[in-house]
């Protein structure tokens, strides 16, 4: 039975349909040492992978992206390519273990972003020192992982409450007047003879 307020009438809603597509990428740091002799400010750019309908690829900056964070790892996602209506996403890097599992103390999860023509990220990902220091570089390597979803559409459509789809009202009628035609036509005979 339909719920109904004051006047008697079904209560109305709308709902919002989201959909999401999710992805992952893993970027691997093989000759971690070696990319310290990339400058401050200067990335290394992973291969393209697809998502949501796009295609993405992440900026590793061994020794960060600006001047305040070069003691740092600055990693940012990034659109391969401009979009003039923005790309809505959420997404998290996380440092892997040895066994593949993401370490808690050196995971970051992003707001809701809206990609267009930059890249969204973490400026200061992890201290070099600290990775230096910790079990997770070995052998002059490491990986991050990198999950994320893409919202990819929202419907919204008006919902009584039992669920059933109300279609919008018609737009308001014009109120026409009735054709005076044959006495304009006429008028303008009349008016053409005497020329």
């Not at 997404?91 to 995971?107: A, C, I, R």
Request: charged residues 20%; proline residues 6%; hydrophobic residues 35%.
């Amino acid at each position: 039975m339909a719920s109904t307020v004051g006047s008697g009438r079904p209560l109305q809603s709308s709902s919002a349909i989201v959909a999401r597509e999710s992805g992952q990428h893993l970027l691997k740091i093989d000759g971690y040492s070696h990319t310290m002799e990339v400058p401050n400010g200067s990335h290394i750019k992973s291969r393209s992978f697809r998502v949501g309908g796009h295609s993405w690829h992440i900026l590793y900056y061994p020794n960060g992206d600006k001047s305040e964070s070069s003691d740092s790892i600055s990693l940012f996602l990034q659109l391969d390519y401009n979009v003039s209506q923005g790309v809505k996403a959420k997404f998290t890097f996380s440092l892997l273990d040895h066994g593949g599992k993401p370490v808690p103390h050196y995971t970051k999860n992003s707001t809701l972003c809206i990609f267009t023509d930059m890249g969204w990220g973490f400026t200061s990902f992890v201290k070099r020192d600290e990775l230096e220091k910790s079990e997770h570089l070995k052998d002059d390597c490491f990986t991050i992982r990198c999950d994320f979803a893409v919202t990819k559409e929202i419907q919204t459509m008006d919902v009584d409450d039992v669920g059933a789809i109300i279609p919008h009202p018609p737009p308001a009628a014009v109120t026409v007047p009735p054709s005076d035609l044959h006495r304009h036509l006429g008028s303008l005979l009349a008016i053409r003879g005497r020329w």
